[in-house]
């Protein structure tokens, strides 16, 4: 069975900064990222990276998230900086298998102004 183990998440002010790591279970994705939904808004994507090494932001995050991938320990990374209230959201790890999907239990990340 394919587990996404998330952790990380936290609370923090303004200006700060969290690290998100979720190890899966296997290592036949290619590709992993991270999504974040906030309360009455729908998911969106944060951050994806291929098992190549091929990054993609959102707009939003740009220059203050950071995806990186461990291959052999089967782990995708989100380095958040400069953290800014409206990036308070519930975090999930994706992976996918050609056309399937997975996903984490989720993380909580609250930013206080």
């Known amino acids: 069975q394919v587990q996404l183990v998330e952790s990380g998440g936290g609370l923090v002010q303004a200006g700060g900064s969290l690290r998100l790591s979720c190890a899966a279970s296997t290592s036949i994705f290619s590709t992993m990222g991270w999504y974040r939904q906030a309360p009455g808004n729908q998911r969106e994507l944060v951050a994806t990276v291929t098992i190549g090494g091929t990054t993609n932001y959102a707009d939003s995050v740009k220059g203050r998230f950071t995806i990186s991938r461990d291959t052999a320990k089967n782990t995708v990374y989100l380095q958040m900086n400069s953290l800014k209230p409206e990036d308070t959201a519930v975090y999930y790890c994706?992976?996918?298998?050609?056309?399937?999907?997975?996903w984490g239990q989720g993380t909580q990340v609250t930013v206080s102004s």
């Open positions: 994706n992976a996918k298998f050609r056309s399937i999907q997975y």
